[in-house]
């Protein structure tokens, strides 16, 4: 008796995971119907799985340079958060100073600050820049890098920083005195002992970058140029009333992140947990 | 000597970093509380006027920012309930000795990874395609019909999106909360004949009370910046019923070019956060338990 109510109640809570993920099969599902077949029901399985619409919406968003560009961003833009901000945070934790505690503070304080407040200010920065420095901030995927490195300093920094503060300094003391520059020292002894939180900053950054709509839909005009969420969000500009494709331009979206979720489990967890716990 | 060689290593590595923060973070909100004084219409050749604390003096008095900004509120106050209310079962049925429970964690995380954009317009697809064609089929219209079209249905339909998200994610918190739990408490517990009840409210709830303080400030300052979801899936509609503060901001800014006057809200904006979090962050740490 007990051992069958165990049953029911594992059973159970399995059919809650699958009808909270309810929404990704309906995707699914009518990614492969015709129009017909879609209006018929929305809920039923598609009679044959047609390809058909995956090429269209694949063509019409420009998939693959959207892509590419969301890659190029995303692997970049983390790339240079995790070198400067572990150095930085390095540096502030060792040189114990009031310069380096208003610095830490300032990163710190300014996570705070809303999108929505310094989008605007911001973009004109950005334009003077281009225009006065001719330092091509905007409509690049280099601005578009630059300003994530901005956005993501605080965050890292943070993380970063706290735990610095709990390795022993005696290691990088014998290193200098074996003749290690501050350099040698950071990359060879220091950087390597650093890989949980790298770990936990790339989670956390690839998350933010990979689906960050509103900061690109700023920067980037160019068609060519277009992230994942702009081409999406265009793309359903233009295609609203044709559900199949729009299914089916969802579904291509949605597979990477699965793939990305599926192969590193463990540590986005982990990495969201310890990145949430600050 | 060497003095000079230790200050051109610190600039080295923490210059570049501080550079490119001050110009992406630093300068433009400086310059931001500036324009929050001026009249502007974002063109560069038309002049900026100085109008003082006028236009956070017209906020008051806006209806359609008073409107959005209380449409904000409620929102931020049922999601963070539905958010966290979830969250918390899913986590205690996942830290139980059920046999599905890493499929499950699994499954309940992944809304989580999927961009509030593409989210968005999955659900708008539910509730207004698939939810009025299941009215026609079933004839149930009093729930499926197109809710994206009523004011009240949508906001709805918003915050269920909202919970939708991030549920999984305030899971995962809690569920490093409770597993912190020492085995012989419970054990303790237990064994001096606490129910599942009693266990849950006088032992793991105020065990788990850091848990809280983090869960509350995430789901908080998420949905009061909530965006990209907004934008998918209502865009605001039906007739800007829908609008939270962010949009507002947006549309204020870029939309109807008031740029001057959309800073200022954006300025206060802000100012709320900050508040909302240092007062959360400051009550929630005085009833943590020390163990």
Not at chain 1, 109 to 116: D, E, G, N, S
Not at chain 2, 10 to 28: A, G, Q, S
Not at chain 2, 151 to 165: D, E, G, N, Y
Request: include cysteine; glycine fraction near 6%; charge should be positive.
């Amino acid at each position: 008796m007990k051992k069958t109510g165990k049953w029911v109640g594992e059973i159970l809570f399995l059919a809650v995971c699958a009808l909270y993920l309810f929404p990704i099969f309906i995707v699914f599902v009518n990614s492969f119907k015709n129009r017909a077949e879609l209006y018929e029901s929305m809920v039923a399985l598609p009679k044959k799985f047609d390809f058909k619409y995956y090429i269209q919406a694949m063509t019409k968003m420009n998939f693959l340079k959207a892509l590419s560009n969301s890659l190029i961003v995303t692997i970049i833009s983390i790339l240079i958060i995790v070198v400067l901000a572990s150095m930085t945070a390095w540096m502030l934790v060792r040189v114990d100073n009031k310069i380096s505690k208003v610095i830490f503070m300032v990163f710190v304080a300014t996570m705070l600050i809303p999108f929505q407040t310094l989008m605007m200010p911001l973009m004109q920065v950005m334009g003077w820049a281009r225009d006065t420095l001719h330092i091509p901030m905007l409509n690049t995927l280099g601005g578009l890098i630059y300003m994530n490195v901005g956005f993501g300093a605080g965050m890292a920094v943070f993380l970063y920083h706290g735990f610095v503060k709990s390795i022993p300094i005696a290691l990088e003391e014998a290193a200098t005195i074996d003749g290690c520059t501050k350099f040698g020292v950071f990359w060879r002894i220091v950087f390597p002992m650093l890989k949980p939180v790298t770990a936990t900053v790339i989670i956390l950054d690839v998350i933010w970058i990979w689906n960050d709509y509103l900061l690109p839909s700023m920067v980037i005009s160019d068609k060519a140029l277009r992230t994942i969420p702009l081409s999406t969000a265009s793309f359903f500009g233009q295609f609203t009333i044709q559900w199949n494709m729009a299914m089916a331009g969802l579904m291509l979206t949605i597979i990477p992140v699965i793939i990305f979720y599926l192969c590193a489990q463990k540590y986005i967890i982990k990495g969201v947990a310890a990145g949430a716990v600050k | 000597m060497k003095k000079k060689a230790n200050i051109a290593w610190y600039l080295l590595f923490v210059l570049p970093l501080v550079l490119i923060f001050t110009t992406v973070v630093i300068i433009p909100f400086i310059i931001g509380i500036g324009y929050s004084f001026f009249e502007w219409d974002g063109m560069r050749l038309n002049e900026k006027i100085f109008i003082g604390f006028d236009n956070f003096a017209k906020l008051l008095t806006d209806a359609n920012f008073l409107t959005s900004a209380g449409k904000t509120i409620l929102f931020t106050l049922f999601a963070i309930v539905a958010i966290n209310i979830l969250g918390l079962a899913f986590a205690l049925i996942v830290t139980s000795k059920l046999k599905v429970r890493n499929v499950a964690r699994t499954m309940l995380f992944m809304p989580y990874l999927i961009g509030g954009l593409i989210l968005g317009y999955v659900w708008k697809f539910i509730f207004s395609d698939v939810f009025s064609s299941l009215g026609e089929s079933t004839g149930i219209t009093g729930v499926f019909f197109n809710w994206l079209l009523n004011s009240k249905f949508a906001l709805v339909a918003l915050i269920i999106v909202a919970t939708w998200q991030m549920a999984g994610y305030i899971m995962i918190i809690y569920i490093t909360g409770i597993q912190g739990i020492p085995e012989e408490v419970t054990e303790a517990a237990k064994v001096d004949g606490a129910g599942f009840w009693q266990t849950l409210l006088k032992i793991k709830f105020p065990l788990i009370m850091p848990s809280f303080t983090i869960c509350l400030f995430l789901t908080v300052s998420n949905c009061f910046k909530i965006y990209d979801v907004n934008l998918a899936l209502t865009a605001g509609g039906p007739a800007r019923s829908t609008e939270m503060f962010a949009m507002n901001i947006y549309n204020e800014i870029f939309s109807l070019s008031n740029y001057g006057y959309g800073q200022a809200k954006a300025i206060v904006f802000f100012i709320v956060v900050a508040i909302i979090t240092l007062i959360q962050v400051s009550i929630t740490k005085k009833k943590e338990v020390v163990m």
